[in-house]
């Protein structure tokens, strides 16, 4: 079985600021880990993935994610948030044993602030 | 790149009504569809696995007399939402398997569905 915690359900930063979306895993496979956004009343977009290659994923708009196995976790994180950076942001795991099946994460919106 | 086109974007309907949506894989052939349902502010929630040719796999609490899955060819699938209550407002969404890899599931706009 595989599930994902999302610890914060909202996130508040100033324009300019760094921003950090924590996000834990449980997985019985080698996961495969994504960062999805989705701006109001849209679909998803894929920021980034992890598909255990690098442990360190650079992904659109400078968002970037560490995957660290020895704290199953999975942080988003850029240096300086931009207004348009203002949505939802969803933790997503797939096992590879499942085909592609995803499971997401209860989802952490993210406020800028001027 | 890959595009998922889901139609209507937004439907307001009586309460007794059939509501189809539609999910096209624009550009790619989709062997496998995935419906999803997403009530406000909370995750997405697989509501069934649409596969081209055969009969869909619906989640545990689904009703699949009540939300009818149709995968007629690679590039279409379709959402019945059967005599629609009030309850079944949401946003619902698809999304097709990436035959690329590149991510696994490329994921339509949406639908938002209000039940008078």
């Known amino acids: 079985a595989q599930s994902v915690t999302q610890l914060d359900s909202h996130v508040s930063v100033s324009e300019g600021t760094p921003v950090l979306l924590r996000c834990n895993y449980s997985?019985?496979?080698?996961?495969?880990l994504f960062w999805y956004v989705q701006h109001p009343n849209k679909g998803l977009q894929l920021l980034l993935k992890?598909?255990?290659?690098?442990?360190l994923v650079k992904g659109i708009n400078g968002f970037e994610a560490e995957f660290k196995k020895s704290e199953t976790s999975f942080h988003l994180t850029k240096p300086s948030a931009h207004m348009s950076d203002a949505a939802e942001y969803f933790c997503?795991?797939?096992?590879?044993?499942?085909?592609?099946?995803?499971?997401f994460g209860t989802g952490t919106r993210l406020q800028v602030t001027l | 790149g890959a595009v998922v086109s889901q139609h209507p974007s937004r439907v307001i309907c009586k309460s007794g009504t059939s509501v189809k949506i539609e999910c096209r894989s624009l550009d790619f052939q989709a062997t496998t569809m995935f419906w999803y349902r997403q009530f406000p502010k909370q995750s997405l929630m697989l509501m069934a696995t649409s596969n081209e040719g055969s009969k869909a796999t619906y989640e545990q609490g689904v009703e699949k007399d009540k939300f009818l899955i149709n995968h007629a060819s690679l590039t279409l699938s379709t959402l019945t939402v059967t005599s629609a209550h009030p309850e079944d407002s949401s946003f619902y969404i698809c999304?097709?398997?990436?035959?690329?890899?590149?991510?696994?599931?490329?994921f339509g706009d949406g639908t938002r569905l209000s039940i008078l």
């Open positions: 997985s019985s496979y080698s996961p495969s």
């Open positions: 992890y598909t255990s290659a690098a442990t």
């Open positions: 997503v795991v797939s096992d590879t044993g499942t085909a592609s099946k995803l499971t």
């Open positions: 999304s097709a398997r990436d035959p690329q890899g590149v991510q696994p599931q490329h």
